[in-house]
Structure formats: C-alpha cells, structure tokens
C-alpha cells in the first residue's frame, strides 16, 4: 500500500499538512530556499516521517514520482502527528472512493430494487447503511495506519520486481494463498464476534440489515470492521506479497464484500461463499461466517446451504418466500438478541401491499 499512499502524499497530503502543520519561519525558510536540493536527496512518502530529509527512493521502480517542496514542510516536533494523520486520511479516502464507485455500481445495475419491498428492509436503510460507513470508517483507518506506517518503514515482506519473488512461480501462487490465509482467520474472527459477549457490543451493528444493500458491505462498527481487516494487513508482514498485487488484492476485497451484499446469486456454488450463502447469514445469523469459501464453515459445522428458492427470481422475490424467511428470522433473533430493537415501520408493508 505504499505506492497509494506515495500518490496521496505527493498530490493531497503534502500541501496539506504542510499548511495544517506549518513549520517555523526560519525552517520554512530554509526548506523554501533549499527545496531543490531537498527534493533531490527525499521521497514524498518518507519526507514526513523523517526529521533529515532522506535519499530520494520511489515507492515502486515502475512509479516514480518526484515529491515537492511542501513534502519538507512540516515540522520535526509534527512528525508522527503527521505521519498518522496522513497514512490514516489516506487510507480512508481510498476507501471511501472504492466503496462508493462498486456500492452505487452494484446499487445501481445489480441490486433487485424490489428488495425494498421485504417485510425486513428498514425505513431508510439505505441512507442508515451509510451513515454507518461514514462514521466507522475514520476510526477504522486510524488503527489501519499503523500497519501501513510499518509497511513505509520497511518492515514488512513486500517486494517490488517479479524477480524478487521467493521463487517464479510464487507470483502467481502469491493470490490464492492469500485468499486462503485471510478465509480462515476472518472465519475464526467473525465467528468469535458471534459470541452472546461480543455479538451485542461489536457486530450487531452490522447484523442490522437483515436484507442488505450493497452500501451495508462497509457498515460496520469500527472495531469490528477492524477486526475483519486484521488479517488482510497482517499477510504482508509474515508472507512476501508483491506490492502491485497488494493494491489490486486490497481493491478485490472492498469489491467482493460490496457484491456479497448486492443480493444477487448467481453463483450456486458448494465452493464459494457468495452473496446467497451471505445471505443466509444475515437472514439467520449463525451460519456461514467465512468470506471466500464455505470449507471453514463446513469444517466448522456453521455451513447452511442457500435455499434453492433464492436462484429464481419469482420465487426468492414471492410473497410466500419472504414470509417463511421473515418468520424463522424472527425466531432466530430472539435467540441471539433478544427483542427486536430495528425500527421496519409501515414503509415495506405499504410498498409491499402496492406492489405484490
């Protein structure tokens, strides 16, 4: 991720921690009138995390990107205040932007609007789910930056060219260990947030759409969207990863978990664990945790196939169907929450009523 936040740093966060940040006068001076040399001899990545400026070394050899006098601008006393603010802010723009490009593409050409309709979907869910987002997700960057600090440090196992790869072939094997790495510690983290003293505090928030929309991927509480996120940071650090491959992998994931939420189920797959398994999940809570695959969850005993009635269109839309769903989910929630605090109000059954 050090090459997104070298493209941040350079045309966003230079300038403007440099001007939230100003340093003295006389440094301010001396940075203006030195600028050039300075440039020379640092990064834009690490000019803010050193009180020296350091030789000039890019974040990837295929992108280069020469930083500008305002990279030199901040000053020593500033720096680990800046260097948070900035790796947080970026993480958090470039997360808001790929939820909100696949959220609304997903919304907008995938989503059955007529979900809106079930006797479960909330008034305003959408603008709820969010709102969610937009609150969790500052918070959640915050404890994110420290990962990508190490990273710009060096202390992870990037690597750049193919050819410093472990061996050739681990180019290519690189992704689907990756995937099966991060499947079964969100497995074991997402099941423990289902513990009865965790579930209520921490990922309940989540489990407040019953029939979620593509905007309800990210619509978490911040530490449990945290938490989730663990093991996608923590790869790198014990795995070499290839840093082109980390960006696209971190794009893939905020895709994935934007379309396992778009309710259409395409995929009737034993293998993967796609939206209709996600479904069952939120539909009944207590089944099918993993984010791939279904083998955790079939290891796990916590597999629930998808009703067959979800890979047709009339009849996973049918008044009979969301009946029959609506009420084993409110047997379910009783169990796991008690009463039902989510506000249906009369919208869905007078929609509902209008349109069936």
């Known amino acids: 991720m050090d090459i997104v936040l070298e493209i941040f740093d350079t045309f966003i966060f230079d300038r403007l921690y440099a001007q939230l940040l100003p340093a003295a006068a006389a440094a301010a001076a001396a940075s203006s009138s030195g600028a050039q040399n300075a440039v020379k001899d640092a990064t834009s990545t690490f000019s803010s995390m050193?009180?020296?400026?350091?030789?000039?070394?890019?974040?990837?050899q295929f992108l280069q990107l020469e930083p500008s006098a305002w990279a030199y601008m901040t000053p020593a006393g500033h720096v680990l205040l800046a260097v948070l603010l900035r790796k947080a802010n970026s993480i958090r723009i470039f997360g808001?932007?790929?939820?909100?490009?696949f959220a609304a593409l997903s919304y907008l050409f995938i989503f059955d609007?007529?979900?809106?309709?079930?006797?479960?979907?909330?008034r305003n869910q959408v603008r709820l789910e969010i709102r969610q987002t937009m609150i969790s997700m500052p918070i959640m960057a915050i404890f994110t930056a420290p990962f990508f600090v190490a990273e710009v440090r060096g202390h992870a196992k990037l690597y750049d060219a193919p050819s410093d790869a472990p061996f050739a072939l681990y180019n290519f094997l690189q992704i689907p260990f990756f995937i099966c790495f991060t499947d079964l510690l969100i497995y074991w983290i997402h099941r423990g947030l289902h513990h009865p003293k965790i579930y209520r505090t921490l990922h309940k928030a989540h489990h407040k759409w019953i029939?979620?929309?593509?905007?309800?991927s990210h619509a978490f509480h911040p530490m449990d969207g945290f938490a989730q996120s663990v093991p996608y940071h923590l790869f790198p650090f014990i795995f070499p990863?290839?840093?082109?491959?980390?960006?696209?992998?971190f794009v893939f994931i905020n895709m994935w978990t934007v379309f396992i939420h778009d309710g259409e189920?395409?995929?009737?797959?034993?293998?993967?664990?796609?939206?209709?398994c996600h479904t069952m999940?939120?539909?009944?809570?207590?089944?099918?945790?993993?984010?791939?695959?279904?083998?955790?969850?079939?290891?796990?005993?916590?597999?629930?196939?998808?009703?067959?009635?979800?890979?047709?269109?009339?009849?996973?839309?049918s008044k009979q169907e969301w009946e029959r769903q609506a009420k084993e989910m409110e047997t379910i929630v009783k169990e796991v929450e008690g009463d039902d605090d989510r506000s249906y109000g009369d919208e869905a059954k007078r929609i509902q009523k209008k349109v069936l």
């Open 50 to 60: 050193r009180e020296v400026p350091t030789p000039y070394q890019a974040a990837s």
């Open 96 to 101: 808001l932007v790929v939820y909100f490009v």
């Open 113 to 122: 609007h007529a979900t809106f309709t079930h006797p479960k979907y909330l």
């Open 211 to 216: 029939m979620p929309t593509p905007f309800a």
């Open 241 to 249: 990863l290839q840093k082109f491959a980390y960006v696209a992998l």
């Open 265 to 276: 189920y395409v995929a009737n797959s034993p293998i993967i664990n796609g939206a209709a």
């Open 281 to 317: 999940h939120h539909l009944y809570f207590n089944y099918n945790y993993g984010q791939f695959t279904t083998l955790w969850d079939r290891l796990g005993g916590s597999y629930r196939k998808p009703n067959d009635e979800l890979f047709s269109r009339e009849s996973k839309m």
